[in-house]
């Protein structure tokens, strides 16, 4: 029996302060502006919002965001997930800016995360000689997984081996139920519109807008719960997509 693991994780925004200071400085003055007055006006009434759209988007870049939440559940052929339910790996938020104390407990997260998975394996193997691996998520392969390697990358946090960062979608080791989908290595549909689409009701506490600004105001319980939502909701798109009984 396969070893499948559903997964979802939440990411921030670069917490290097210098690093929000270099987006503003490198966004260029649009080329209609020369009157120094103009561009002074330019500078403090337009320049912060852009920045700040910008800087925000480091949360999708491995080089440059952290991952803050990861949930998790070991899963099964039929039900989807087993009794034990979804595990919850997150950061030690300790405010905005602390770029050393995140990187930290980002590298501690990713650790006790990858012993944790390891642990949940070994026990599977042992219980049923089964090495294979499968990972379901939605969008998994091209964000979760890729940001995870990246992330682990940069903190030097060794993965473990059978985490499948270089599958294609059409690999064993890989469910990625947004790909399913749309049958279309490139197709795109939200979780929250898949899941309107399935019967659901979609996002209903929080979006993906919502989490830094959750946790930047010290409601990370509230993005773990939004996160381990999320995988609740891949198992049961999951379920619907490979026609497991009672779904």
């Known amino acids: 029996m396969t070893f499948r693991v559903f997964l979802d994780i939440e990411t921030i925004p670069c917490q290097d302060r210098d690093s929000y200071q270099d987006i503003a400085e490198e966004i260029p003055v649009p ?18 919002a852009l920045a700040e759209e910008q800087w925000r988007q480091t949360a999708f870049d491995g080089s440059r965001g952290h991952v803050a939440v990861i949930c998790w559940a070991v899963g099964d052929s039929d039900h989807g997930i087993t009794d034990d339910g979804v595990r919850v790996d997150a950061i030690r938020w300790e405010g905005m800016f602390r770029h050393r104390e995140t ?24 219980e049923t000689g089964d090495r294979t691996v499968q990972v379901v998520g939605h969008n998994v392969i091209a964000f979760d997984l890729r940001m995870l390697f990246q992330r682990s990358v940069v ?17 064993q080791s890989v469910y990625d139920v947004m790909l399913k989908w749309t049958c279309d290595h490139r197709g795109k549909i939200s979780a929250d519109r898949l899941s309107r689409a399935l019967g659901g009701n979609g996002k209903v506490s929080m979006t993906g807008a919502d989490v830094w600004p959750a946790i930047r105001d010290g409601r990370l319980a509230d993005v773990i719960d939004y996160c381990r939502q999320d995988v609740y909701d891949t198992v ?12």
Request: hydrophobic residues 50%; proline residues 10%; aromatic residues 12%.
């Open 31 to 48: 080329a209609n502006m020369s009157r120094p007055e103009t561009i002074a006006a330019w500078r403090a009434d337009r320049l912060p």
């Open 155 to 171: 903190l030097r946090a060794r993965p473990p081996a059978f985490l499948p960062f270089d599958a294609r979608p059409w690999d």
């Open 236 to 247: 049961y798109h999951w379920r619907r997509l490979v026609f497991a009984p009672g779904a």
């Open 103 to 126: 990187l930290h407990a980002e590298m501690d997260m990713l650790t006790a995360f990858y012993a944790r998975l390891s642990d949940a394996r070994a026990a599977h193997v042992a």
